[in-house]
């Protein structure tokens, strides 16, 4: 059985990532809250993503196959601008693959590539779904404390 490994992901990597992103959007059934998804503008923000020296997205790969993703932006915290802050955007795991600690890696690297580009703080979220109890007590059981709740209007 061979190893995870998590890397970050490259341009050569688009088609497997649009593929993953594509399904989290299917399975999370984000349509409800009046999202899109336009293969060509989710192609745009996963290549700004992949290039940006304030974001990183990175990949799991298990015998060459992607089995998941983690993607953030840096920005100040508006309190005081020397505080960067790692807010994550996207993140996606195959269900397959869930239980096999592929999701706390990716959230450690994460973590550790924020750590190497001076941010003091990252922030996960999470969205209303049945297992959103469960995700909480996840994310507390690795140090992540509640900071709040978001609400979204279209308008």
């Known amino acids: 059985m061979s190893e995870v ?33 336009h293969t060509h503008s989710a192609e745009a923000y996963l290549t700004h993503l992949v290039s940006s020296e304030f974001a990183i ?7 060459g196959r992607p089995e998941g993703m983690i993607a953030g932006v840096i920005s100040p915290w508006m309190g005081e601008m020397s505080q960067l802050m790692l807010y994550h955007v996207l993140w996606w795991v195959e269900p397959e693959r869930a239980g096999e600690w592929i999701g706390e890696r990716l959230v450690k690297e994460f973590e550790n590539w924020g750590r190497v580009n001076g941010v003091a703080f990252v ?11 469960a995700m909480i007590r996840w994310y507390r059981r690795l ?7 978001h609400f979204m209007k279209k308008v």
């Open 123 to 133: 922030v996960m979220g999470t969205r209303d779904f049945d297992g959103e109890t």
């Open 57 to 63: 997205l990175l990949m799991a790969v298990k015998d």
């Open 5 to 37: 490994v998590i890397r970050r992901a490259g341009m050569d990597d688009l088609p497997a990532l649009l593929s993953m992103a594509m399904r989290m959007y299917q399975s999370q059934d984000i349509r409800r809250q009046g999202l899109h998804f």
């Open 143 to 149: 140090g992540y404390s509640h900071l709040q709740h």
